[in-house]
């Protein structure tokens, strides 16, 4: 070979190498806390303090241990049983059975969203959760579903064909017959809602294979029990459970690697069961209000607009406050009290001549059995005028000699009355309030209280105040009202009420039990707007209508203005779905979130230098000399002046965490992930992965308040211990259908329970000094279509439902991190939506800490960076390249005003760090470089090698292959 | 110029960065056409690395009728820096692919394709540097 072609090909490969290094380098650079992470470099070599268990190996195995426990107790409280016929608890010699279902060996143990990875070396599965038990399980079978190759989806209930049991099969069902245990599993995700139809019926409905399932184990005539185990969180239709005989029905929803032991110890009996539903469960999953308007809707546009990213899509919340129970419950009373047309067809299952509360419904929300058998009696009910709260005391008997714990719920109804009709204002026929859970002995008496604050039976009106809107409390009695469930807690209203015709959620009649009822009048002469016209959290803050313009009749040609529901006619409202939107101009002009003018008082960035910016202080403040500083005190401002545009920058953008800022000794951060458990690995002891815990409708529903603390407890002292002062989690979406397939990222249906749920969550998270970002505020309901829906829903249902969990994550749970959704609020993009979060969250909530974005960086029409950041933005997710961006758009345009933003963005993260572990966990006079680190220098130190290299054998070819050749044809 | 004498000249170098082309080529269509939905949420301007393959395209044109001895290298920097681009587009599908979670969005899949086909791409250029351009070696430069 020549030289020169050796020199050439050598060219091309140092020029691949260096290309290849450099563009790796780059990787590695943007995901520096990744790696920063992996080398346990990610809090900047800090060990977080403040863990209860001392942070040590040893301290490390006994949180390891407690989680571990905790994740089958929380199991055991959480799982629902919904039905039993005296099958279940199982007899002592009840221990040969056969593990049904497909589904039984491929257990959805959390959905596929953010979460913790598992560690299978201590996960367990049915079979290992069985066999610990004391079960005898038929492996034959067990095996040959493992290797079936067929797995639950979003397409797919994940059950084998019937020709799978072969004869072979069949023969071993003899040898463990004592019990069928079958699982069904349905599924949900991030990203992609499930199929509403699949093979011709609702997803959640029992599928074909499943019913062919059950028949074959009723006509083997073998098994002394049929007990149906349901997995995952997403309702199923459970019409079919006298159909086929079954016996015991238990929920668990996704019970996380480690808990399943908990459902097998309430099969045996080691544990008695205490769950009660966070969801209602409908026969007819596709036929609520709420699922009329769920799904894919494009708007039609005039000609083609030249940029409609994320701007095609909506969907309508036409069914207002009536979102699961509150619209069961509600029609129900309205068709006893035969009010409102309620026993029309509308809505009603396809063939019923009229509306049937037990037709639509199989278990109704809040209901859950127990081995015990408990009354409950409410004793009183009293009014703190100087606290404005309630307290209900109610009496629990356990009248069997299994002691057990129960839930105390308590509802609220609240009148409806010609006011609410003639202003538009919806009332459910009952709310949750508050609730409680007791232990109660054998045979045992207990006397417990449940104490709320009566803020939260207020309803929203948005004629309130001449039209200003605020909420309103009104003139009548009021029923409080407990029960097994809400429907249980109607009847005993409806009962007070001399109602008659009540039945239960089986279609049993049934009378009620005033016992459990207390009447309240408040005394008003007409309805109350004043008492909560100011805000609860601050008084100087006045709450009036902040989201008209989320109603689509504020935009809507008048042609295509909508009804919401009412219950004043329910035949005439009941949602039809809005299957076309014309785009009209308003509507094409409002889906532009690029909107962002440089005022023209605009200070200058470059005159201030040194004034607001650049400051050089005569005495520095570092860090952590603003811990415990008050947010309103002025030395933030002084603080926030030492800061360049550049250190400016760094703390908005997170690549998996905020990275050092040098010049204040701000050490660098992670971010972790997930709603489920922490996805990030312990840095003691064996340094496995984080937890993965029961999913959060399974810890809402133990209806605990103590074991939700507990929960959050354990999931901040693992965060302490993998060095994770900030977590994306957890979400407090209301389930508004039983299709939201990210319903295991949260909590609950209703709005009051989510709200108690997490707050308790996330002030136990911020207990142990994490700051949790809750997420996904708001109305991000669906995953379909989710990045940039134009969501359309009414003020009142909005602030009734919608926001209310995310206000109680912030203020009784002392929040200090929020995170915004994908979607549109009305038009307004979340992480844009000035009103949401500077009008609502700063003010009406009086928030203090930092809002983070969900992770996005897809448009500019979209998500504009300097619209996000004067929204209120202050953290951009996953988006690193957005502190560039900003950094340019400033420098380029002078622009004082986004520099006073950014400003005010770094003060509330700083405000919120300081307040995490990791502030707890530095002492003064620590420095923290923000320079590059080890493995940075030796990537710089490779690329200039393998730079220069390559530079080396292009100029050898240069010299072989021009230079020679020339000068040989010189000496010719 | 006649263009039947101009292909019967060229060299193994030349054929090797036309495959290497075409598969680009093709692999460019198939980033326009699926980047959006393919890659995670958390990245913009997917349509770059097509972008950057279709200058390694324009430069294969370029020299087949106007021959440089070095062509092969600048194909090797196109198609590398291609891959490059890919690379930084795709880690958080990589993750939530083996954290087995869905966090970021994107199709795993795709994002292999992507992957492997702009690094054959850049491997084949990388190849063909140690092969002549012409049979001739006559060149312009």
Not at chain 1, 41 to 45: E, K, Q, R, V
Not at chain 1, 546 to 551: G, L, P, R
Not at chain 1, 776 to 787: D, G, K, P, V
Not at chain 2, 101 to 107: I, L, P, R
């Given at each position: 070979m020549k030289k020169s072609k050796l020199w050439l090909g050598l060219s091309g490969v140092g020029v691949f190498v260096f290309t290849l290094l450099l563009s790796l380098t780059i990787l590695a650079n943007n995901n520096a806390m990744y790696i920063n992470d992996a080398l346990g470099?990610?809090?900047?070599?800090l060990v977080l303090q403040g863990s209860a268990y001392g942070m040590n190996d040893e301290g490390y195995w006994k949180l390891i241990k407690d989680s571990y426990d905790f994740c089958v107790d929380e199991l055991e409280e959480g799982a629902v049983l919904l039905k039993n016929d005296g099958a279940l608890p199982l007899a002592a010699d009840e221990r040969n059975v056969t593990l049904f279902g497909n589904n039984s060996a491929h257990t959805i143990y959390r959905s596929g969203a953010g979460g913790p990875t598992p560690n299978p070396e201590f996960q367990v599965d049915l079979e290992k959760a069985f066999k610990d038990g004391g079960f005898s399980i038929n492996q034959k079978l067990y095996d040959a579903y493992k290797r079936s190759g067929t797995e639950v989806g979003l397409q797919t209930r994940g059950e084998v064909n019937i020709g799978f049991y072969t004869d072979e099969l069949k023969a071993t069902f003899d040898s463990y017959s004592d019990v069928a245990i079958v699982t069904f599993a349905r599924y949900g995700t991030e990203n992609t809602d499930p199929s509403k139809v699949v093979n011709g019926r609702p997803y959640l409905a029992l599928g074909p294979n499943e019913e062919a399932l059950l028949q074959m184990i009723n006509d083997s005539g073998k098994f002394d029990k049929i007990v149906v185990m349901l997995n995952g969180v997403l309702p199923m239709e459970l019409d079919f459970l006298d159909k086929y005989n079954v016996n015991a029905c238990l929920w668990y929803g996704n019970p996380g690697y480690y808990g399943l032991p908990g459902a097998v110890n309430i099969l045996t009996g080691a544990a008695n069961p205490s769950g009660h539903t966070v969801e209602t469960f409908a026969n007819n999953t596709l036929n609520s209000p709420a699922m009329r308007n769920f799904g894919d809707y494009t708007y039609t546009f005039d000609g083609n607009p030249v940029d409609r990213t994320y701007g095609t899509k909506y969907v309508v919340y036409k069914e207002g406050i009536y979102v699961g129970y509150k619209y069961y419950e509600t029609r129900y009373e309205d068709c006893i009290l035969n009010a409102g047309n309620a026993k029309s067809t509308a809505g009603a299952t396809d063939g019923e001549t009229e509306w049937n509360y037990a037709k639509e419904v199989s278990f109704p929300f809040g209901f859950g059995l127990s081995y015990s058998t408990y009354t409950q009696k409410l004793d009183s009910v009293t009014y703190d005028a100087a606290k404005d709260t309630f307290t209900a005391k109610v009496t629990v008997k356990n009248t069997n000699n299994m002691a057990g714990k129960e839930v105390v719920q308590l509802y609220v109804q609240t009148p409806y009355t010609d006011y609410d009709k003639d202003h538009g204002v919806e009332k459910a026929a009952i709310q949750l309030v508050g609730y409680t859970k007791v232990d109660v002995p054998a045979n045992g008496t207990v006397t417990t209280e449940v104490t709320f604050d009566r803020y939260l039976m207020a309803s929203y009106d948005i004629t309130a105040n001449d039209n200003a809107g605020g909420y309103i409390l009104d003139a009548g009695k009021y029923y409080f009202a407990i029960g097994n469930g809400a429907h249980e807690a109607l009847n005993n209203v409806l009962a007070k009420k001399g109602a008659t015709g009540l039945y239960d959620h089986n279609g049993k009649e049934t009378t009620g039990d005033t016992a459990c009822v207390a009447e309240y009048d408040p005394a008003l002469s007409a309805t109350d707007?004043?008492?909560?016209?100011?805000s609860p959290y601050d008084k100087e803050v006045t709450v009036n209508n902040?989201?008209?313009?989320?109603?689509l009749n504020y935009w809507a040609d008048e042609d295509q203005k909508i009804t919401y529901l009412t219950r004043k006619d329910w035949e005439g409202t009941f949602p039809t779905e809005v299957t076309t939107l014309h785009a009209n101009e308003r509507i094409v002009k409002g889906l532009r979130m690029d909107r962002y003018k440089k005022p023209e008082d605009a200070p200058s960035v470059k005159a201030n230098k040194g004034k607001t910016h650049d400051v050089l202080l005569d005495e520095p403040i570092d860090f952590i000399d603003m811990k415990d500083v008050p947010y309103d005190d002025p030395k933030w401002d002084t603080f926030i002046s030492q800061m360049s545009l550049s250190d400016l920058c760094i703390s908005i953008a997170d690549s998996r965490g905020i990275a050092a800022v040098a010049t204040v000794n701000k050490p660098m951060n992670s971010i972790a992930e997930g709603p489920e458990g922490l996805l990030a690995k312990f840095k003691f002891g064996d340094k496995r992965c984080c937890t993965g815990f029961a999913t959060l409708p399974t810890v809402t529903a133990t209806w605990d308040h103590e074991m939700q603390t507990k929960f959050g407890q354990l999931y901040g002292e693992e965060a302490l211990f993998s060095g994770v002062a900030m977590v994306n989690a957890p979400g407090c979406n209301i389930i508004r259908t039983p299709y939201g397939s990210r319903a295991s990222e949260y909590l609950s249906e209703d709005a009051v329970l989510s709200y108690y749920s997490v707050s308790n969550i996330i002030k136990a998270m911020r207990s142990k000094g994490l700051i949790c970002n809750v997420k996904?505020?708001?109305?991000?309901?669906?995953?379909?279509?989710?990045?940039g829906v134009s969501t359309f829903a009414n003020e009142q249902s909005i602030r009734e439902i919608y926001l209310k969990p995310f206000e109680g994550a912030l203020t009784r749970g002392t929040g200090l991190g929020i995170m915004t959704s994908y979607n549109r609020i009305g038009l307004e993009y979340a992480a844009t939506h000035k009103v949401l979060m500077q009008d609502v969250m700063r003010g009406e909530w009086a928030y203090e800490g930092s809002i983070i974005d969900d992770a996005l960086s897809q448009s500019q029409y979209y998500c504009s960076t300097a619209d996000m950041l004067v929204g209120g933005t202050n953290i951009f997710c996953l988006d690193g390249n957005r502190a560039k961006q900003m950094k340019e758009l400033i420098t380029k345009t002078d622009d004082g005003n986004l520099l006073k933003e950014l400003q005010d963005a770094n003060k509330r993260i700083f405000y919120s760090l300081l307040r995490s572990s990791m502030g707890g966990s530095i002492t003064a006079g620590d420095k923290f470089d923000g320079g590059l680190m080890w493995w940075q220098s030796l990537l710089i130190a490779l690329n200039v090698i393998f730079g220069v290299a390559a530079a080396g054998a292009v100029a050898m070819y240069v010299v072989t292959g021009y230079v020679k050749k020339d000068t040989s044809k010189e000496a010719e | 110029m006649n263009v039947k004498e101009l292909i019967k000249n060229k060299g193994l170098g030349y054929w090797l960065t036309c495959g290497a082309s075409l598969l680009a080529l093709v692999t460019a269509i198939i980033v326009f056409a699926t980047s959006e939905t393919a890659l995670p949420n958390t990245v913009s301007n997917g349509w770059v690395i097509g972008l950057v393959l279709l200058i390694g395209v324009a430069v294969q044109v370029a020299v087949t009728f106007l021959p440089i001895r070095f062509a092969s290298v600048i194909s090797v920097i196109c198609y590398t820096a291609a891959f490059g681009v890919v690379a930084n587009k795709i880690p958080n599908a990589v993750a939530d692919y083996f954290n087995k979670?869905?966090?970021?969005?994107?199709?795993f899949g795709m994002c292999m394709f992507y992957a492997v086909a702009v690094l054959a791409v850049a491997l084949i250029a990388l190849v063909a540097c140690f092969f002549a351009q012409t049979k001739d070696g006559k060149t312009i430069i």
């Open positions: 470099l990610s809090t900047s070599g707007t004043n008492t909560y016209k100011k902040k989201f008209a313009d989320a109603d996904h505020c708001a109305l991000n309901n669906q995953e379909t279509n989710r990045q | 979670v869905a966090y970021t969005g994107g199709n």
